[in-house]
């Protein structure tokens, strides 16, 4: 038998894990909200501006030739800036030392509780698709199934028009444009979407009635 103490202990710590973990990823969408929301204009437009500069170097060259460009890049200025830094040093005769030493100095290493943390988080997203894609595609709910069908199939016809990184091109520009925008015109655009939800609706309501009784939608509560 263990001690209640110790018990109480654990427990408490768990509990001090999760609550961890909650305020983490609060604080991560709370960044997420202000980056997209232009909260920051100046760190969003920087955000908005080398995530779109990026994707379209992906559009025009190879991942590789992208990364290999942008690592060139970093080490013609780190190399540029120690060789500016030698050059003062030995004209003015100081002894400053490595340009870089402060970052160098800097603990970039990976803590494994930050590293186990991220891992958790992303086996439960992957757990939870994996739930969802295996009730869609066995078909435990007709109606819902039949919505993924129509989906796959109109992406058949965006992918025949768009590829992968124009699509993410798309993304980002609306990723950064799409939630200021409907910060600025909130209750026009509930209004419509109100109105497309009711007769999407009625629209699935009244094929469920047409369905046969044995594959009519039965959500269980």
């Known amino acids: 038998m263990s001690d209640p103490m110790t018990q109480s202990s654990q427990i408490s710590s768990s509990h001090g894990l999760n609550d961890g ?5 609060k604080d991560s969408k ?8 232009w909260r920051d204009p100046k760190k969003s437009g920087v955000v908005f501006g080398v995530s779109l500069l990026l994707l379209l170097s992906l559009a025009a060259f190879s991942v590789i030739s992208v990364v290999s460009y942008l690592l060139l890049a970093l080490l013609c200025v780190t190399i540029s800036f120690r060789i500016y830094k030698s050059v003062i040093q030995a004209v003015q005769k100081s002894n400053e030392g490595h340009p870089f030493k402060a970052l160098m100095e800097k603990d970039v290493t990976l803590p494994p509780e930050t590293f186990r943390k991220h891992v958790d988080q992303c086996l439960t997203h992957v757990n939870c698709v994996l739930k969802k894609m295996s009730r869609l595609f066995l078909v435990e709910d007709l109606v819902d199934s039949l919505k993924l069908a129509v989906v796959m199939w109109v992406l058949t016809y965006v992918g025949a028009v768009f590829n992968g990184i124009t699509l993410l091109i798309l993304a980002d520009i609306l990723l950064f ?14 209004h419509y979407i109100n109105i497309v939800r009711t007769q999407v609706n009625n629209t699935i309501a009244k094929l469920q009635e047409k369905l046969p009784g044995a594959m009519k939608r039965c959500k269980t509560e």
Request: aromatic share 4%; proline share 7%.
């Open 21 to 25: 973990h909650s305020a983490t990823s």
């Open 30 to 37: 709370s960044s997420v909200c202000d980056l997209v929301h």
């Open 177 to 190: 444009s799409v939630p200021p925008i409907y910060e600025k015109n909130k209750t026009q655009i509930d």
